[in-house]
């Protein structure tokens, strides 16, 4: 049982490339996540889904755009990297609310 | 804006004796309060959690204590070990408000070292 894949799980961007965070969950949740974690900062909630066809925004969603065109999958988008952008990147999915809440383990993006 | 303010940002414990990190909340609205576990270089993992029904709940050698007329809650790790040394968050939430309301906001983070 694999529970959440995030890849690449390293990634260095030149500033105004674009690149796709991938992550799969094989545990037919509905709810799924992305957070970004700065040193000292927790984590920040980017975007969210409850359901396949469904997205919204989090608290930072400035720089992001997420599709969820299946229960399992749920890519976030970065346009246009910049250094503010540099991070460690979670995918989290859980079956409903803020219970169980499963993480990734993580794609760690230096932009330059 | 809606937040969990945590503390210490680090802990440094010896081996045996008790960690003890803190958050408050400002919602009272709040409903749930999960702890996370993080170690270097993984995702966070549920530790233990809570509901504002009881004061207090254990599991093993973790503890949470929850103070709702003070809007604060602690996690205690007694018998601390060099293997507990990790990255702790808090986190809260309204579940039963729905849609964003459920997501979990949390805290800033504890890095707890437990030395030999």
């Known amino acids: 049982n694999a529970g959440v894949t995030q890849t690449p799980k390293f990634r260095i961007l030149k500033i105004g490339q674009s690149m796709t965070l991938q992550c799969t969950q094989d545990?037919?949740?509905?709810?799924m996540y992305w957070y970004r974690q700065d040193p000292g900062m927790g984590l920040k909630l980017i975007y969210y889904s409850v359901g396949a066809g469904i997205t919204d925004k989090g608290e930072v969603p400035n720089g992001y755009n997420v599709s969820r065109s299946t229960t399992e999958d749920f890519p976030l988008r970065l346009e246009l990297a910049a250094p503010s952008q540099t991070s460690v990147y979670f995918c989290?999915?859980?079956?409903?609310?803020?219970?169980?809440?499963?993480f990734g383990s993580g794609t760690r993006l230096t932009v330059v | 804006q809606q937040q969990v303010k945590q503390s210490p940002q680090s802990l440094i414990v010896q081996k045996g004796g008790i960690s003890i990190i803190n958050c408050a909340y400002e919602?009272?609205?709040?409903?749930?309060f999960p702890w996370y576990q993080q170690f270097p270089g993984k995702g966070p993992a549920l530790l233990i959690a809570i509901r504002p029904d009881v004061s207090e709940k254990k599991e093993g050698r973790f503890t949470i204590s929850f103070n709702k007329s003070a809007k604060q809650f602690s996690l205690h790790i007694m018998d601390s070990q060099p293997g507990d040394s990790a990255t702790y968050f808090c986190a809260a939430s309204w579940a039963r408000g729905g849609g964003s309301q459920g997501n979990l906001i949390f805290g800033k983070g504890t890095k707890l070292s437990v030395k030999p």
């Open positions: 989290a999915s859980s079956t409903g609310g803020p219970y169980g809440y499963t």
């Open positions: 545990m037919n949740h509905n709810y």
């Open positions: 919602n009272t609205a709040f409903d749930y």
